[in-house]
């Protein structure tokens, strides 16, 4: 266990649709990592916050969007979904900011399945 | 540009079989960090090891033990007398700091079988 919980660990849902991924990171962890694990495109990075304020972004969607919370839970949303969505989100949490020193391990939560029909 | 390659796509070994996991990383950064991650069936995202770029120092934890070598830009993961809870798919994963980022960069990992 490593101490990272994402909810729901499965979702259905149809295309057009919004949805809600949720993440709490390891105790005392401050930076949260989403990625994206796709068949055709394998692990992508999403979007980083370090202690509530985005820190990196990556691959993206404008549809996507994601923040993190005083209490440092992240939430990841997805709207507009297409069948392409269809994927396994991570949430992944590390005490590193982004900004200098050295760079953690990132700790990686069970997952979310996203399923668009 | 950035990049890790893991060449193998899938291997299967019988059990007790040593096995040698390959990963090739690309960087410009003179500092940068390595990583393997393990995902078994049930899908969730293992770390296994992290290894700095100015620690070349091989490192050994029971079966396992990995090898840095910065003349070729590999860091690959050898599994000593493999057993079927081995059995996953093994990526490596950069981070190169050039732009403040500590994003994963992945290989597109390896799949290891081990049969009984």
């Known amino acids: 266990d490593s101490g990272v919980t994402q909810t729901p660990k499965h979702l259905i849902t149809a295309t057009g649709q919004r949805v809600t991924l949720r993440c709490s990171p390891r105790s005392g962890d401050l930076s949260v990592y989403w990625y994206q694990q796709s068949l055709d495109q394998g692990l992508q990075f999403l979007i980083q916050y370090y202690n509530g304020e985005e820190r990196a972004k990556g691959n993206i969607l404008e549809r996507f969007s994601a923040q993190q919370f005083p209490d440092l839970h992240s939430e990841l949303n997805l709207s507009s979904l297409e069948l392409g969505d269809s994927a396994l989100y991570f949430c992944?949490?590390?005490?590193?900011?982004?900004?200098?020193?050295?760079?953690?391990?990132?700790?990686f939560g069970p997952g979310t399945r996203l399923t668009v029909t | 540009a950035q990049k890790v390659t893991q060449a193998q796509t899938e291997i299967s070994v019988v059990e007790k079989e040593d096995v040698t996991l390959d990963c090739v990383y690309e960087?410009?950064?003179?500092?940068?960090?390595l990583f393997w991650y393990k995902q078994p069936p049930s899908g969730e995202l293992v770390f296994l090891i992290r290894?700095?770029?100015?620690?070349?120092q091989n490192e050994i934890s029971g079966r396992y033990s990995w090898n840095f070598q910065k003349s070729t830009s590999s860091f690959n993961f050898t599994i000593t007398a493999s057993q079927v809870v081995d059995s996953a798919v093994y990526f490596c994963a950069l981070i190169a700091p050039y732009y403040n980022t500590d994003k994963l960069i992945f290989g597109t990992g390896t799949r290891l079988q081990v049969f009984p």
């Open positions: 290894r700095n770029s100015f620690d070349e």
């Open positions: 992944a949490s590390s005490v590193a900011s982004g900004l200098a020193g050295e760079r953690n391990e990132q700790y």
């Open positions: 960087t410009r950064d003179t500092t940068y960090y």
